[in-house]
């Protein structure tokens, strides 16, 4: 899987291009997963600290969010675990064993397997994954390799199914997993003719946003969370002062939407220092054309980059100390995209 830089955010995290490819021959509209010749089994479940899921509930989860997050990482007898935190019961040490399945409980005399997912389709395995039933493992099989996905994340061709035959009143009955993403479905009963379900809406996968359904986003990234001013001597105050990189982000993948400037500036961005007072704005200097325009935006992202050094009207560096970053679209509706970040300032002597 890529992975790309990450970036010091503020408002709706901004999606990177998922690790999908459509060979070919896939069917128009799904995207395929597909492992390159000669590597390694695919992982159905990412285990790296940073990793997220966001799931909306359904049938009596209706209204409900669900989020499993990694956490940490930590060696147990030799072997690297996770911390999967998130789930209803307490927080979960997991790894991936080298035939990419996920075991559990390094404290117990053997682990417990939760997924096998490359076990022969149809052939049973037992299961010791919470919420599954009967206590004392269950038995589970993966039934397609190359089951039909569709959900709020988009529409697949390639997902792993995991059925569980046993369950009669209480528990999980059939989970999907994407390659690189992760579980994405999950339905269990819970109790007489009831039912609950778990879909993915989003998921942040090994430093990019790998899947998410469609929505409306916007973002202040800067570079850096701190910036490092060299005041050790001979000081050249031209070149001491460090380079900021900011990017304003507007991504839509819902419906289309109407952005109406006053001007033909559609973007402004200032620097504020503890005190609040502005010590760099973008669009100081610069001429703008009076006319109003509107702009139709979607599908798509839209990204505006401002670079600057972090130095005064005198090209000194900024003093070190706590600042406030803020970028906006510059729309008829005040205030409508407009998100701001924290930074720091340090000089080292």
Partial sequence: MRTLGILVMAGLAIAA??????????QPGLATVTPASGAVPPVYFPLE???????????????????????KAADFN?????????????????????KGSVVCD?????EKLWWFFQSPL????????PGACCGNGARAFVSARNSHYKGPIGEFNQALEIIYPDVFQVGIERELFLPDIGLVF??????????GSWELIYAFVAGVTAAAAPELGYGLALNNSIYTVDMMPPVEPHSAAPVMTARISVRNTAQPITLTFPTSQMFDFTIRNERGSVVYRWSDGKIFLPFVRTEVFGPGERNFVIQLRLAGPDKNPLPPGKYFARGWLTT??????????????RWVH
């Fill in 17 to 26: 291009t998922p690790p999908f490819h459509t060979p070919g021959d896939a």
């Fill in 186 to 195: 999950r339905r269990q009963a819970t109790g007489g003719p009831s039912y």
């Fill in 49 to 71: 600290v940073g990793n997220s899921w966001i799931y909306q509930g359904g049938g009596i989860y209706t209204g409900m969010n669900l989020t499993l997050e990694i956490t």
């Fill in 122 to 129: 149809g052939e049973m395995y037992t299961t010791f994954l």
């Fill in 332 to 345: 008829t509706e005040a205030r409508a995209f407009d998100s701001s970040v924290a930074f720091e300032i």
């Fill in 106 to 110: 390094p404290g117990q005399a053997a």
């Fill in 78 to 98: 030799g072997k690297r675990y996770f911390l999967l935190h998130g789930l209803p019961d307490r927080d979960y040490w997991l790894r991936l064993d080298d």
